[in-house]
């Protein structure tokens, strides 16, 4: 900032914007997401805003590498929508583009300078990217599958328990001493409706657990057992 007032003087209100220095700030997309409720294929684009008091309008421009934002052209769009800005406790004094609030399917993209930050929610359908992938994967000739992982991702997400239990059986048979595995044979289990199921491998897993030398992991799997059998008791 340099003891400039940002928005509404160096950053006209109401004017398209670079969103940054020099060339026009680039956005690369590695799959398909969900910026601001809005579809974005794949892709490198350009971010262009345009800030207001009260709403910032945020622009998802086809990739022209242009120089600020000279030659924009609204017809170039891929996508704009509104975003509220959040007034900042602490003035921030370099403009700064980053994610926060990070999840499996979901991310803020932020614009932080001044004491304004324009949060835009990016949102991934996990489910539809991963699971042609794992299903590839569990039918591959690999004999090293990722059972564990396809099982709690399956278990994780509400899809296709009746698969989740058989790979994670097969985990348990590759690992058969691996008692956190079984105990999250019983979480499966439990949600499929099996409560004999998961009982005995809340059990099975208790009585490994309890056998543990080491102190941290032999409680906390001791906890989360009983956890568990208390609730389908």
């Known amino acids: 900032m340099k003891g400039r007032t940002v928005f509404g003087s160096l950053v006209p209100y109401g004017e ?26 794949a892709g490198t684009y350009e971010l262009f805003t345009i800030p207001g008091k009260t709403e910032w309008t945020v622009i998802v421009h086809k990739n022209m590498s242009q120089w600020g934002a000279y030659r924009y052209d609204a017809k170039n769009d891929v996508a704009r929508f509104p975003v509220t800005p959040m007034a900042l406790n602490n003035a921030v004094e370099s403009l700064t583009i980053g994610f926060s609030d990070l999840h499996n399917d979901s991310a803020t993209l932020y614009i932080s300078w001044e004491k ?21 994967a569990m039918a591959s000739a690999d004999p090293k599958k990722p059972y564990f992982a396809a099982a709690m991702f399956y278990f994780e997400n ?23 595995i ?8 439990a949600k499929a409706g099996d409560k004999a199921g998961a009982l005995a491998a809340a059990n099975q897993s208790l009585e490994m657990a309890k056998k543990d030398t080491t102190p941290s992991l032999r409680d906390e799997y ?5 956890a568990l059998i208390a609730s389908l008791n």
């Open 222 to 226: 001791v906890r989360l057992n009983e």
């Open 116 to 136: 304004t930050r324009v949060p835009v929610k990016l949102e991934v359908d996990l489910v539809a990217q991963l699971v042609p992938q794992i299903e590839a």
């Open 16 to 41: 398209v914007w670079r969103t940054g220095a020099n060339t026009a700030t680039k956005l690369t997309l590695s799959t398909d997401v969900k910026l601001g409720g809005t579809a974005i294929p």
């Open 182 to 189: 079984i105990y999250r044979k019983g979480l499966i289990l």
């Open 158 to 180: 509400n899809l296709d328990l009746k698969k989740a239990a058989t790979w994670i059986d097969a985990a348990i048979a590759a690992r058969p001493d691996a008692y956190f």
